[in-house]
Protein backbone atom coordinates (compact mmCIF):
# COMPACT_ATOMS: atom_id res chain seq x y z
CA UNK A 1 0.00 0.00 0.00
CA UNK A 2 1.34 3.50 -1.10
CA UNK A 3 1.73 5.34 1.94
CA UNK A 4 0.14 9.00 2.41
CA UNK A 5 2.40 12.59 2.75
CA UNK A 6 1.56 13.11 6.48
CA UNK A 7 3.25 16.08 8.09
CA UNK A 8 3.95 15.33 12.07
CA UNK A 9 4.83 18.74 13.09
CA UNK A 10 7.26 17.15 15.47
CA UNK A 11 9.92 19.61 14.58
CA UNK A 12 7.75 22.79 14.91
CA UNK A 13 7.12 21.41 18.38
CA UNK A 14 11.13 20.65 19.03
CA UNK A 15 11.59 24.29 18.37
CA UNK A 16 8.32 25.63 20.27
CA UNK A 17 10.34 23.62 23.28
CA UNK A 18 13.56 24.75 22.61
CA UNK A 19 12.35 28.65 22.13
CA UNK A 20 10.18 28.55 25.43
CA UNK A 21 13.12 27.16 27.27
CA UNK A 22 15.96 29.60 26.15
CA UNK A 23 13.04 32.71 26.51
CA UNK A 24 12.73 31.43 30.13
CA UNK A 25 16.39 31.06 30.63
CA UNK A 26 17.18 34.04 29.09
CA UNK A 27 14.55 35.81 31.60
CA UNK A 28 15.84 33.97 34.70
CA UNK A 29 19.20 35.72 33.80
CA UNK A 30 17.51 38.74 33.36
CA UNK A 31 16.02 38.75 36.97
CA UNK A 32 18.61 37.58 39.11
CA UNK A 33 21.25 39.49 37.49
CA UNK A 34 23.11 36.35 36.06
CA UNK A 35 23.31 34.89 39.58
CA UNK A 36 21.48 32.02 38.84
CA UNK A 37 23.62 30.67 36.38
CA UNK A 38 25.45 28.06 38.33
CA UNK A 39 22.38 26.29 39.38
CA UNK A 40 20.74 26.28 36.01
CA UNK A 41 22.03 22.85 34.68
CA UNK A 42 21.11 21.22 38.08
CA UNK A 43 17.62 22.26 37.85
CA UNK A 44 17.56 21.28 33.86
CA UNK A 45 18.87 17.64 34.67
CA UNK A 46 16.44 17.22 37.72
CA UNK A 47 13.26 18.40 35.46
CA UNK A 48 13.90 16.77 33.16
CA UNK A 49 15.11 13.61 34.02
CA UNK A 50 11.70 11.59 35.24
CA UNK A 51 9.64 12.57 32.34
CA UNK A 52 12.18 11.22 30.04
CA UNK A 53 13.46 8.29 31.93
CA UNK A 54 9.43 7.50 32.18
CA UNK A 55 9.26 7.70 28.39
CA UNK A 56 12.35 5.85 27.47
CA UNK A 57 10.67 2.72 29.77
CA UNK A 58 7.28 3.52 28.51
CA UNK A 59 6.60 0.38 26.59
CA UNK A 60 7.92 -2.11 29.32
CA UNK A 61 5.82 -0.19 31.79
CA UNK A 62 2.86 -0.67 29.42
CA UNK A 63 3.74 -4.46 28.51
CA UNK A 64 3.71 -4.69 32.55
CA UNK A 65 1.07 -2.85 33.23
CA UNK A 66 -1.48 -4.54 30.68
CA UNK A 67 0.02 -7.90 30.81
CA UNK A 68 0.40 -7.36 27.15
CA UNK A 69 -0.09 -10.37 24.08
CA UNK A 70 2.66 -9.57 21.35
CA UNK A 71 2.03 -10.82 18.04
CA UNK A 72 5.55 -11.92 16.41
CA UNK A 73 5.76 -11.58 12.64
CA UNK A 74 6.53 -15.45 12.39
CA UNK A 75 3.68 -16.76 13.81
CA UNK A 76 -0.32 -17.32 12.79
CA UNK A 77 -3.24 -16.38 14.36
CA UNK A 78 -6.68 -16.74 14.69
CA UNK A 79 -9.00 -15.09 11.87
CA UNK A 80 -9.83 -12.10 14.36
CA UNK A 81 -6.46 -11.68 15.85
CA UNK A 82 -4.66 -12.18 12.22
CA UNK A 83 -6.88 -9.02 10.68
CA UNK A 84 -6.38 -6.71 13.60
CA UNK A 85 -2.37 -7.58 13.10
CA UNK A 86 -2.11 -7.09 9.46
CA UNK A 87 -4.51 -3.91 9.59
CA UNK A 88 -2.50 -2.62 12.19
CA UNK A 89 0.49 -3.16 9.40
CA UNK A 90 -1.02 -1.86 6.66
CA UNK A 91 -1.70 1.30 8.63
CA UNK A 92 1.43 2.19 9.30
CA UNK A 93 2.57 1.51 5.92
CA UNK A 94 0.47 4.44 5.07
CA UNK A 95 1.49 6.57 7.66
CA UNK A 96 5.09 6.48 5.91
CA UNK A 97 6.36 4.12 9.14
CA UNK A 98 10.05 2.55 7.94
CA UNK A 99 9.60 0.37 11.21
CA UNK A 100 6.45 -1.22 12.00
CA UNK A 101 5.20 -0.57 15.48
CA UNK A 102 4.80 -3.42 18.35
CA UNK A 103 1.11 -4.73 18.11
CA UNK A 104 -0.52 -5.89 21.24
CA UNK A 105 -3.96 -6.89 22.81
CA UNK A 106 -4.86 -7.04 26.46
CA UNK A 107 -7.46 -8.78 28.58
CA UNK A 108 -10.15 -6.22 29.39
CA UNK A 109 -14.36 -5.60 29.15
CA UNK A 110 -13.87 -2.13 27.87
CA UNK A 111 -13.33 -0.99 24.39
CA UNK A 112 -9.91 0.97 24.22
CA UNK A 113 -6.49 1.22 22.70
CA UNK A 114 -3.61 2.66 23.04
CA UNK A 115 0.18 3.72 21.87
CA UNK A 116 3.51 4.07 23.56
CA UNK A 117 6.81 4.12 22.90
CA UNK A 118 10.28 6.73 22.76
CA UNK A 119 10.04 6.95 19.37
CA UNK A 120 8.11 5.92 15.90
CA UNK A 121 10.82 3.65 15.71
CA UNK A 122 10.28 2.19 19.06
CA UNK A 123 6.76 1.98 19.27
CA UNK A 124 3.64 -0.28 20.21
CA UNK A 125 -0.25 -0.48 19.71
CA UNK A 126 -2.65 -2.34 21.95
CA UNK A 127 -6.12 -2.91 21.77
CA UNK A 128 -8.41 -4.71 24.45
CA UNK A 129 -10.28 -7.66 23.74
CA UNK A 130 -13.24 -5.54 24.84
CA UNK A 131 -12.86 -3.55 22.10
CA UNK A 132 -11.62 -6.30 19.45
CA UNK A 133 -15.29 -7.95 19.99
CA UNK A 134 -17.53 -5.38 20.82
CA UNK A 135 -16.83 -2.96 17.80
CA UNK A 136 -17.43 -3.49 13.98
CA UNK A 137 -14.30 -3.74 11.84
CA UNK A 138 -14.46 -0.32 10.18
CA UNK A 139 -15.00 1.54 13.97
CA UNK A 140 -11.73 -0.73 14.99
CA UNK A 141 -9.39 0.51 11.92
CA UNK A 142 -10.57 3.43 12.81
CA UNK A 143 -9.02 3.43 16.56
CA UNK A 144 -5.62 1.77 15.83
CA UNK A 145 -5.58 4.39 12.94
CA UNK A 146 -6.18 6.65 15.91
CA UNK A 147 -2.92 5.27 18.23
CA UNK A 148 -1.21 5.12 15.03
CA UNK A 149 -1.35 8.79 14.35
CA UNK A 150 0.08 9.53 18.27
CA UNK A 151 2.61 8.00 17.01
CA UNK A 152 3.63 9.96 13.86
CA UNK A 153 2.60 13.12 15.46
CA UNK A 154 4.99 12.53 18.13
CA UNK A 155 2.32 12.71 20.87
CA UNK A 156 4.56 11.14 23.76
CA UNK A 157 7.69 13.28 22.87
CA UNK A 158 6.03 16.62 23.17
CA UNK A 159 4.35 15.62 26.02
CA UNK A 160 7.47 14.23 27.41
CA UNK A 161 8.87 17.97 26.66
CA UNK A 162 6.46 19.60 28.21
CA UNK A 163 5.75 18.01 31.12
CA UNK A 164 10.30 18.79 31.42
CA UNK A 165 9.36 22.81 30.87
CA UNK A 166 7.01 22.73 33.95
CA UNK A 167 9.37 20.47 35.82
CA UNK A 168 12.18 23.32 35.20
CA UNK A 169 9.28 25.89 36.01
CA UNK A 170 8.20 24.47 38.89
CA UNK A 171 11.78 23.79 40.31
CA UNK A 172 12.83 27.40 39.74
CA UNK A 173 9.89 28.88 41.23
CA UNK A 174 10.12 26.73 44.31
CA UNK A 175 13.58 26.84 44.75
CA UNK A 176 14.04 29.98 46.99
CA UNK A 177 11.93 28.32 49.12
CA UNK A 178 13.16 25.68 50.09
CA UNK A 179 16.44 27.62 50.62
CA UNK A 180 15.02 29.86 53.07
CA UNK A 181 13.51 26.64 54.54
CA UNK A 182 16.37 24.83 55.07
CA UNK A 183 18.82 28.01 55.77
CA UNK A 184 15.80 28.61 58.45
CA UNK A 185 16.51 25.28 60.01
CA UNK A 186 19.98 25.53 60.25
CA UNK A 187 20.36 28.83 61.63
CA UNK A 188 17.47 28.23 64.12
CA UNK A 189 16.67 27.86 67.39
CA UNK A 190 13.10 27.18 69.83
CA UNK A 191 12.12 30.35 69.83
CA UNK A 192 11.75 30.08 65.77
CA UNK A 193 10.28 26.63 65.54
CA UNK A 194 6.95 28.22 64.48
CA UNK A 195 8.53 30.57 61.93
CA UNK A 196 9.70 27.40 60.92
CA UNK A 197 6.86 25.33 60.47
CA UNK A 198 4.84 28.26 58.53
CA UNK A 199 7.47 28.24 55.83
CA UNK A 200 6.58 24.89 55.36
CA UNK A 201 3.15 25.19 55.40
CA UNK A 202 3.56 27.92 52.55
CA UNK A 203 6.06 25.65 50.82
CA UNK A 204 3.53 23.19 51.07
CA UNK A 205 0.34 25.09 49.78
CA UNK A 206 2.07 27.03 47.00
CA UNK A 207 3.62 23.63 45.53
CA UNK A 208 -0.10 22.21 45.62
CA UNK A 209 -1.24 25.28 43.97
CA UNK A 210 1.67 24.91 41.45
CA UNK A 211 0.76 21.47 41.14
CA UNK A 212 -2.96 22.26 40.26
CA UNK A 213 -1.98 24.65 37.32
CA UNK A 214 0.63 22.40 35.73
CA UNK A 215 -2.20 19.57 35.88
CA UNK A 216 -4.50 21.56 34.01
CA UNK A 217 -1.98 22.55 31.26
CA UNK A 218 -1.04 18.98 31.33
CA UNK A 219 -5.09 18.06 30.50
CA UNK A 220 -5.03 20.74 27.93
CA UNK A 221 -2.42 19.43 25.89
CA UNK A 222 -3.77 15.76 25.94
CA UNK A 223 -7.15 16.93 24.62
CA UNK A 224 -5.81 19.16 22.30
CA UNK A 225 -3.76 16.58 20.99
CA UNK A 226 -6.89 13.90 20.30
CA UNK A 227 -8.06 15.91 18.10
CA UNK A 228 -4.94 15.89 15.97
CA UNK A 229 -4.90 12.19 16.09
CA UNK A 230 -8.90 12.04 15.35
CA UNK A 231 -7.94 14.39 12.14
CA UNK A 232 -5.08 12.16 11.00
CA UNK A 233 -6.86 8.73 11.23
CA UNK A 234 -10.10 10.26 9.26
CA UNK A 235 -7.20 10.88 6.89
CA UNK A 236 -6.07 7.59 7.04
CA UNK A 237 -9.42 5.47 7.00
CA UNK A 238 -12.00 7.82 6.56
CA UNK A 239 -14.31 10.29 8.54
CA UNK A 240 -17.07 8.29 8.74
CA UNK A 241 -15.52 5.15 10.40
CA UNK A 242 -13.66 7.55 12.96
CA UNK A 243 -17.35 9.16 13.66
CA UNK A 244 -18.48 5.47 13.88
CA UNK A 245 -15.68 4.42 16.41
CA UNK A 246 -16.55 7.94 18.63
CA UNK A 247 -20.21 7.10 18.76
CA UNK A 248 -19.77 3.33 20.03
CA UNK A 249 -17.99 4.72 22.91
CA UNK A 250 -20.68 7.20 24.23
CA UNK A 251 -22.02 5.46 27.47
CA UNK A 252 -18.73 3.19 27.72
CA UNK A 253 -17.87 3.53 31.76
CA UNK A 254 -14.63 5.01 33.14
CA UNK A 255 -11.45 3.77 33.22
CA UNK A 256 -10.57 0.40 35.55
CA UNK A 257 -8.49 2.44 38.82
CA UNK A 258 -5.60 -0.11 37.42
CA UNK A 259 -5.45 2.05 34.18
CA UNK A 260 -6.40 5.19 35.38
CA UNK A 261 -2.52 6.48 35.18
CA UNK A 262 -2.05 5.19 31.65
CA UNK A 263 -5.43 7.56 30.80
CA UNK A 264 -3.54 10.00 28.82
CA UNK A 265 -2.30 7.83 26.14
CA UNK A 266 -5.98 5.50 26.00
CA UNK A 267 -8.49 6.26 23.29
CA UNK A 268 -11.22 6.63 26.13
CA UNK A 269 -9.44 8.52 28.57
CA UNK A 270 -11.08 9.85 31.96
CA UNK A 271 -14.47 11.56 31.80
CA UNK A 272 -15.03 14.44 34.27
CA UNK A 273 -18.05 16.07 35.03
CA UNK A 274 -15.78 19.57 34.35
CA UNK A 275 -13.94 18.80 30.94
CA UNK A 276 -10.73 21.03 32.21
CA UNK A 277 -10.07 17.66 34.48
CA UNK A 278 -10.49 15.64 31.94
CA UNK A 279 -7.55 13.53 29.67
CA UNK A 280 -9.71 13.67 26.49
CA UNK A 281 -12.50 15.91 25.18
CA UNK A 282 -16.30 14.54 25.14
CA UNK A 283 -17.01 12.23 22.56
CA UNK A 284 -19.42 15.30 21.06
CA UNK A 285 -16.60 17.66 20.84
CA UNK A 286 -14.50 15.11 18.56
CA UNK A 287 -16.94 14.45 16.40
CA UNK A 288 -18.47 17.81 15.79
CA UNK A 289 -14.78 18.31 15.23
CA UNK A 290 -14.17 16.46 12.57
CA UNK A 291 -18.10 17.29 10.84
CA UNK A 292 -16.29 20.72 10.78
CA UNK A 293 -12.81 20.14 9.40
CA UNK A 294 -14.52 17.76 6.64
CA UNK A 295 -17.35 19.69 6.56
CA UNK A 296 -20.02 16.77 6.82
CA UNK A 297 -23.32 16.53 7.89
CA UNK A 298 -24.71 16.34 11.05
CA UNK A 299 -26.27 12.59 10.59
CA UNK A 300 -23.39 10.95 10.11
Known amino acids: MDSIKISSGLWKRLFLFSFLNISFIVTLLFITNGDIIGLLPFLLIYSCTAPFVSLLFSKQAAKKAFNLFIFQDDQHYSPEYEWYFQTTHKLATKAGFKKMPEVAIYESSDMNAFATGRSKNSSLIAI ?117 ALQQLNGEPDLLQSQKKFASSQFNGTKKWLQIFSTHPSVDKRIKSLQKKFKLNDFY
Open 128 to 244: STGLLHKMDSNSIEAVIAHEIAHIKNGDMVTQTLLQAFINTLLATILLPITFYKWASIFISDKDSEPFIWLIWLFEAIVTLVLLFFANLITKMYSRKREFGADFLAAQLTNPQKMIS
